[in-house]
């Protein structure tokens, strides 16, 4: 416990003194983030080069760890400081990745190649999801894989969350300190020595980070808090005892990692990259909500405070409480989520829950079935096969055809027949077809125009039909 405390507050005071400064060599140097009146929420310009201050301490922490060692107080063949040790490289890595992201830019491809880069090394030095022993081949490349992407989602979480004045900071602070306190509870000692110190850093440059903050994370700092938490979480998975204990670290870090989830998804309905930037995180629609940047900070940092409490609880109730917690938390989030009023998520339900969604998908099936009959149709009178055997399936009223002087028409005895207006669409300066279909089923006049275009270009390009009907009679259509 000393040893904890030694490590924990050299961290946080070597911190608290070297953050000022490059703030303020950085800001001499005018090396800020500007405002943008948009995504950019903060006042005025403020350097963002806090990974810097964080990245030296946490080597700093390294080479205390071997201090102690060498004065005898500590075993560095805890498999966890031994861990820490070796993980050194990865972590320069993605310090470095961040840094020349902050300075220079990368695009969001070429940091992600190096977050692989830099998680696969740590995944082949041992810091990776536990599997169990005689596991089959197959079993532990996709235990790898998970891993893998677990410290890419970790590293990539609280980089997205870093949008608002000590947020990011103080989400990690709270995931983190759980994972510590399990660690105590539970008997492993190397794993809380190793993680003493990143709470030491994360407790002393929140002074300044706080809103309203003077300096930010920045991507080399984000990336690197991101990255290190999921490598404690992995540490902490490979040595839980009980099922859901293995889980706390996906419970402690349930905020960060729900926003990631959240914005591929809001992105990939609206079709925007997934990697691009937009004001639609929780954070901004708790400042559109009218709260204040301190206030929407500090309902986060309750959201976190609570899924940390219940990731310790993980570790030491009883299984079946731990799940009905666990219920409980997915219950509130739930409620949470529908509070946020997503205008994407309210489409998709309506789609999915009103039926509109399958009109939509049995016009796509109509639609695909009539091109097929229709693209190996030879002469007009297949081609009206195609199109009445279409429109019956589809429910229409009424459909006529006339190509080449020949007249074709059909109307099914339904329920609607008569009911609704005729719309008839000119083929070409001499063809014609009409439809009726039932007022109530708008969804049918979305299936006309490309079943008529279809035709259209069927009658006009498709040599076959051009054997049976003179040149003269063939439709030149407009686009």
Request: hydrophobic share 50%; aromatic share 10%; charged share 15%.
């Amino acid at each position: 416990m000393f040893t904890l405390l030694v490590v924990a507050i050299c961290a946080r005071l070597t911190t608290f003194f070297l953050t000022p400064f490059v703030r303020d060599f950085f800001g001499f140097l005018q090396f800020v983030d500007k405002p943008d009146f948009d995504r950019k929420v903060h006042a005025r310009p403020i350097p963002r080069v806090g990974g810097i201050p964080l990245g030296i301490t946490y080597l700093f922490s390294v080479g205390i760890l071997v201090l102690i060692w060498w004065q005898g107080l500590i075993d560095l063949r805890d498999p966890s400081i031994r861990l820490m040790i070796r993980l050194s490289p990865a972590v320069a890595l993605i310090f470095a990745v961040g840094l020349f992201d902050d300075f220079r830019g990368l695009s969001p491809l070429q940091k992600l190649a190096c977050e692989l880069v830099a998680a696969t090394y740590a995944c082949a030095i041992g810091v990776r999801l536990a599997t169990p022993p005689g596991s089959s081949m197959i079993l532990v490349v996709t235990v790898a894989v998970m891993s893998v992407l677990w410290l890419v989602l970790c590293a990539n979480a609280i980089n997205l969350i870093d949008g608002l004045d000590g947020l990011a900071t103080g989400v990690a602070l709270l995931a983190s300190v759980s994972l510590l306190m399990a660690a105590m509870i539970h008997h492993r000692p190397g794993l809380a020595l190793v993680m003493a110190p990143f709470i030491g850093c994360l407790f002393g440059f929140l002074y300044y980070n706080f809103n309203p903050a003077s300096i930010f994370l920045g991507d080399a700092g984000s990336l690197l808090v991101g990255f290190l938490l999921g490598c404690y979480g992995l540490m902490w998975h490979q040595q839980a005892t009980t099922g859901l204990g293995m889980a706390a670290p996906l419970v402690a870090l349930a905020f960060p990692l729900g926003e990631v989830m959240l914005s591929i998804a809001r992105r990939f309905l609206r079709n925007t990259p997934i990697f691009g930037a937009d004001r639609n995180h929780i954070h901004h629609r708790l400042l559109r909500r009218g709260l204040s940047h301190r206030g929407v900070a500090l309902v986060l940092y309750g959201v976190s405070a609570l899924t940390a409490l219940l990731a310790f609880l993980q570790t030491i109730l009883h299984p079946r409480m731990a799940t009905v917690l666990l219920v409980l938390l997915i219950t509130v989030a739930y409620i949470g989520f529908r509070a946020l009023e997503y205008s994407e998520f309210g489409v998709l339900g309506n789609l999915l829950f009103s039926g509109e969604f399958r009109r939509l998908l049995r016009v796509k099936i109509h639609l695909k079935e009539y091109e097929q009959s229709l693209a190996s149709a030879r002469t007009v009178d297949e081609c009206w096969l195609a199109l009445r055997n279409t429109c019956r399936e589809a429910k229409f009223s009424y459909v006529a055809l006339r190509v080449n002087g020949q007249f074709f028409e059909d109307e099914p005895k339904t329920p609607h027949t008569g009911e609704g207006e005729r719309l008839q669409v000119q083929l070409s300066s001499s063809d014609i077809a009409i439809f009726r279909h039932d007022p109530d089923m708008p969804e049918l006049a979305m299936l006309m125009a490309p079943v008529v275009e279809s035709l259209r270009k069927k009658l006009r390009f498709n040599q076959d039909l051009q054997d049976v009907n003179s040149p003269e009679e063939i439709a030149v259509l407009a686009s």
